[in-house]
C-alpha cells in the first residue's frame, strides 16, 4: 500500500524510545527504514517489558520494542569495531536520513561526525535527539526520562498540593521529543529539495517538554493544583461503578445546569449557581459529586452527560483502551503478524491520507535483514559471512 514517504531511506542508529518512536513514524508512512543494532549492546528497547509468554531471553519478544519499531528493518553493526563503521558508513551513503540519539560525542568518536556524513552523502540529514541538546552550555548532559522530567518542570507541577514531586510514570520525553524530531525531519528534507544542502537537525527533549507545559507555569498557583484547573470548577476524576472513575469538566454555567439535572441534584445548582462560587469551594463541591457518581453505572453517566452537553469521559484502563469500539472502528489498533509475539495490535498513525494511507507491519527481528541491506550496499555474501563470523556484523 502507497505511503506518502515511499522512496525514502533511513539509516537509524537511535534505541530505547526518543529516537525510534520518530522513526516509527517515517516507516509506517512508507519510508525504508533500516535499524542498526548489536547483539553485543543490545537496544533497551528489547529487554522492556512486557514480553510475549514472559521470555525475557529472546531479543525479539518484547511488546515495547514491537510497538515502537514497527514496519522497519533489522541489521546488526558491530560499531566497536572498525570493519563495522565501515559497512556504517556504507549504509550512510545509501540512505537519506541518519538518526541517532548516542550520548554526547559518540558518533565522532567512531567517525561518523557530521562533516564526514556530508563527505559520504551530499545533501544527508543528520538528526539527533539528546536529553539537552548538542549545543549550549548543557552539552554533555546526560541522563533519562526522568532527568528531562526534573529539568523541564514536569516533576514540580505533578503530584497533589503539599507533596514532594512526583516523576511521570514514564519517560514523557520519549514520547514528546519523537514528535517534535519528525517534524524536523520532514522540514529538513524540504529544505534539501529546495537547496539541496544537507541539514543536522538538533532535538533536546528538554525544550521538548517546555513547549508542552512553559504556559502552565504562568498561571499556576504557589502550590501544585493536582487535578483543578484555574477557571473550571467542577474539574477532576470521580469514582462511578463497577470500581471505575469518570473525569468532568464544566467551563460554563449551562454545563453545570445540565450536570446537576443529569444527577438529579437541583440542589447542588442552588448551593454554587457561578462558577466563582463554584471554585470558591471546590472541595465540597467536589466531595458531594462524589457521593452522588460512586453509585452510578460509568458508562451510562459517560453517555448521559456527552448528550446533555458536559464534557466527560470514562477513565479507561489498557484493557479499556484497546477494546474501545470507538478506537477500533476508526481503526487506530492494526493487527499485525509476528515470528515472535504472534498475531498483536499495533497503534497506527493518528492521522489518515486519503491518497496515501501507509501500512503498519511488524517490527524486524535482531538482524533479520542482514542479507538483503547488506548485498544492497554492495558487500557480497562471502564478505557478509566472514564479517558475521569474525563479529564485525553482530
Known amino acids: 500500500m502507497m505511503g506518502a514517504l515511499d522512496g525514502l531511506k533511513v539509516a537509524d542508529f537511535s534505541w530505547v524510545g526518543a ?6 513514524d517515517l516507516a509506517d508512512n512508507g519510508a525504508t527504514v533500516v535499524k542498526v543494532e ?36 533489522s541489521v546488526t553493526i558491530n560499531l566497536s569495531d572498525p570493519r563495522g563503521v565501515e559497512v556504517a558508513k556504507r549504509l550512510v551513503a ?16 567512531i567517525g561518523l561526525d557530521w562533516e564526514t556524513l556530508q563527505q559520504l552523502r551530499p545533501g544527508i540529514i543528520l538528526a539527533s535527539v539528546s536529553v539537552a541538546g548538542r549545543t549550549g552550555p548543557m552539552v554533555g548532559f546526560r541522563g533519562y526520562g526522568n532527568s528531562a522530567a526534573a529539568w523541564s518542570g514536569h516533576c514540580d507541577m505533578t503530584g497533589w498540593p ?36 544537507g541539514v543536522h537537525v538538533d532535538v533536546s527533549q528538554i525544550e521538548a517538554m517546555v513547549q508542552v507545559a512553559g504556559d502552565l507555569f504562568a498561571g499556576m498557583p504557589d502550590d501544585k493544583p493536582a487535578n483543578a484547573d484555574p477557571e473550571m470548577a467542577p474539574h477532576g476524576v470521580f469514582p462511578c461503578a463497577p470500581d471505575g472513575w469518570i473525569a468532568i469538566s464544566c467551563e460554563t454555567d449551562a454545563q453545570w445546569q445540565a450536570l446537576c439535572t443529569v444527577l438529579d441534584a437541583p440542589d447542588l445548582h442552588d448551593r454554587w449557581p457561578t462558577a466563582e462560587a463554584r471554585r470558591a469551594d471546590r472541595a465540597a463541591l467536589e466531595g458531594s459529586l462524589t457521593d452522588l457518581t460512586r453509585p452510578m453505572d460509568g458508562a451510562a453517566l459517560e453517555a448521559a452527560l456527552v448528550k446533555a452537553g458536559v464534557p466527560a469521559a470514562l477513565v479507561l484502563d489498557g484493557r479499556g483502551l484497546s477494546e474501545h469500539p470507538a478506537l477500533n472502528a476508526a481503526g487506530h489498533f492494526v493487527s499485525v503478524d509476528h515470528p515472535v509475539i504472534g498475531t498483536a495490535k499495533m497503534p497506527a498513525p493518528p492521522y489518515r491520507f486519503s491518497a496515501t494511507p501507509g501500512r503498519v507491519g511488524p517490527s524486524p527481528c535482531l538482524g533479520a535483514d542482514n542479507a538483503e541491506v547488506f548485498a544492497e550496499i554492495g558487500l557480497t555474501p562471502d564478505e557478509i559471512d566472514s564479517l558475521i563470523a569474525e563479529g564485525a556484523l553482530a
Do not use: C
Open 162 to 197: 503539599g507533596s514532594e514531586p512526583h516523576m511521570p510514570p514514564f519517560a514523557y520525553g520519549d514520547v514528546v521529543a519523537p514528535m517534535m524530531l519528525t517534524v524536523a525531519i520532514l522540514s529538513a528534507l524540504e529544505h534539501r529539495d529546495r537547496t539541496g544542502q
Open 19 to 24: 529516537g525510534p518512536r520518530s522513526t516509527k
Open 94 to 109: 545509501w540512505a537519506d536520513v541518519v538518526v541517532e540519539n548516542f550520548g554526547p560525542g559518540y558518533m565522532d568518536r
Open 38 to 73: 548489536s547483539a553485543r549492546r543490545l537496544d533497551l528497547g528489547r529487554r522492556s517489558p512486557p514480553f510475549a509468554g514472559g521470555d525475557r531471553k529472546s531479543p525479539d519478544a518484547s511488546v515495547f520494542f514491537a510497538q515502537t519499531n514497527t514496519s522497519k528493518k
